[in-house]
């Protein structure tokens, strides 16, 4: 019987400190996930602002009417 208990608590321990080791990288996971998404909105925004002024033009880009 006090085998099983000893055996019990160790499981236990080591159990408890592999949970606190899996929420340390969920964590760490879930702070990269943040940065990435943080990161796709800028390049998102990025993009269409490159895309409004490729749409735009300029002057200089436009065939003058007499062509």
Known sequence: MEDRLID??????YQEATLHELNAIV??????I????RLCREL????AR????????????EVPPHY
């Open 44 to 47: 998102a925004t990025r993009i």
């Open 50 to 61: 490159a895309a409004e002024g490729a749409q735009k033009g300029s002057a200089a880009d």
């Open 27 to 32: 964590t760490a996971q879930q702070q990269s």
């Open 34 to 37: 943040e940065q990435l998404e």
């Open 8 to 13: 019990l608590e160790t499981r236990l321990t």
